[in-house]
C-alpha cells in the first residue's frame, strides 16, 4: 500500500525558518516531491529529491534518507506570502508514474 | 502562457449530465496527469496518459469515468451521469518524460446540482 505523512498544520513566525517532516511508506520509491498550494490554486513544484542528501533551491530545501523513508522542507527567512498548504508526494516508478499525496501540512505565517 | 490549461475553470451540471475537462500540457510535455482533490483531502491520482496510450488507471473509478490523449488536441476527462459525490476540483498535470517534477494546471472545479 501508499501511506504518506505529514503534520496536518504548523505555525511560523515571518523571518524564522521551519521544517515541515513527511515520512512514507510505498510499494516503490522513484523520486519524493514537494509543492506549495495557496488556497484555491494549483500546486507549485517547490523541489524534488531522489538521491539522498539536501537540495538547495533558494529560501527552500529539501532533504531526503530513503532508509528511513523521510523527508523534510526546510524554510528560511519566512515570508507572509509563505502561508499555504505543503504537499509531500511519491512517485513509485515502475511505469506507474502518478504522485501519491500527503493531505499537506497547512503553514500559517504570524507576524 | 507556456503552462498547462485547462478548461473550463469551473463547470456546473446536473445529476446524470455528462461533464467533459480539458487539459492542454506543457509544450515539450507529453506526459499527462489527471488527479482529483475533494474539500479537506489531498490530491489523489487517477489515471496517467501518454499520446494515444493509457498507461495507468489505477486511481480511476471503474464506472462513468474515462480519460484519452488522442494524438491531435487536449486531452480529455469525461464524466458520464454525473452525481453529487463528483464535486471536486479536478487538476491536470504534465512531465517531459516519466519521473520528472509534474507541473500542474489551475483545474477545474466541478459542481454538481
Known amino acids: ?111 | 502562457n507556456a503552462g498547462v490549461m485547462q478548461n473550463p475553470r469551473h463547470l456546473v451540471r446536473r445529476r446524470g449530465q455528462e461533464a467533459r475537462l480539458r487539459c492542454s500540457p506543457m509544450k515539450g510535455h507529453s506526459h499527462v496527469y489527471w488527479y482529483r482533490q475533494l474539500p479537506e483531502e489531498g490530491l489523489k491520482f487517477m489515471v496517467y496518459l501518454q499520446k494515444e496510450n493509457i498507461i495507468d488507471e489505477s486511481g480511476m473509478p471503474k464506472e462513468r469515468f474515462s480519460a484519452e490523449f488522442p494524438k491531435e488536441g487536449p486531452s480529455i476527462l469525461r464524466i458520464q451521469q454525473v452525481v453529487r459525490g463528483d464535486s471536486a476540483a479536478y487538476f491536470c498535470a504534465s512531465s517531459p518524460t516519466e519521473g520528472q517534477p509534474q507541473h500542474f494546471g489551475d483545474g477545474t472545479r466541478l459542481s454538481i446540482l
Open chain 1, 1 to 111: 500500500g501508499q501511506n504518506i505523512d505529514q503534520p496536518t498544520e504548523m505555525t511560523a513566525t515571518e523571518g524564522a525558518i521551519v521544517q515541515i517532516n513527511c515520512t512514507y511508506q510505498t510499494s516503490g520509491f522513484n523520486g519524493l516531491f514537494w509543492y506549495q498550494q495557496h488556497a484555491g490554486e494549483a500546486p507549485t513544484f517547490l523541489s524534488y529529491n531522489v538521491l539522498d542528501g539536501l537540495e538547495e533551491k533558494g529560501r527552500f530545501s529539501s532533504f531526503l534518507s530513503r532508509s528511513k523513508g523521510y523527508s523534510y522542507l526546510l524554510l528560511k527567512e519566512l515570508q507572509m506570502k509563505d502561508s499555504a498548504s505543503y504537499l509531500c508526494a511519491v512517485s513509485p516508478g515502475g511505469g506507474a508514474d502518478g504522485l501519491t499525496f500527503g493531505k499537506g501540512t497547512h503553514l500559517i505565517i504570524q507576524p
